[in-house]
Nanobody
Framework: QVQLVESGGELVQAGGSLRLSCAAS???????MGWFRQTPWKQREWVAT???????RYRDSVKGRFTASRDNTRNAVALQMEGLKPEDSAVYYC?????????WGRGTQVTVSS
């Protein structure tokens, strides 16, 4: 069982940047990791997947603005977010074990003001 803890969420102005981090309690070397987000009025949605080899895939609305990465030596993943928009406001969750997504953190709140 891998426990995940997100950090880095905060209030930021539109156009700004944030870097979210996710620390895992155990090795993630062989685990596909990902980021999801959720607002009170929408279902949780997939944001990015970081594969074991470091390759990443993104939902269309964040392509070119978000960059997901992983550091297996530190059992950590990150999500660098640039050009933030109000519609990016959500609780962001780190997840592991894709594509089944067995592991979840508790989330970190990102609020983008217009």
């Amino acid at each position: 069982q891998v426990q995940l803890v997100e950090s880095g969420g905060e209030l930021v102005q539109a156009g700004g940047s944030l870097r979210l981090s996710c620390a895992a309690s155990g090795s993630i070397n062989r685990i596909t990791m990902g980021w999801f987000r959720q607002t009170p009025w929408k279902q949780r949605e997939w944001v990015a997947t970081i594969f074991i080899d470091g390759a990443a895939r993104y939902r269309d609305s964040v392509k070119g603005r978000f960059t997901a990465s992983r550091d297996n030596t530190r059992n950590a993943v990150a999500l660098q977010m640039e050009g933030l928009k109000p519609e990016d406001s959500a609780v962001y969750y780190c997840s592991g074990g894709g594509p089944l997504w067995n592991y979840w953190g508790r989330g970190t709140q990102v609020t983008v003001s217009s």
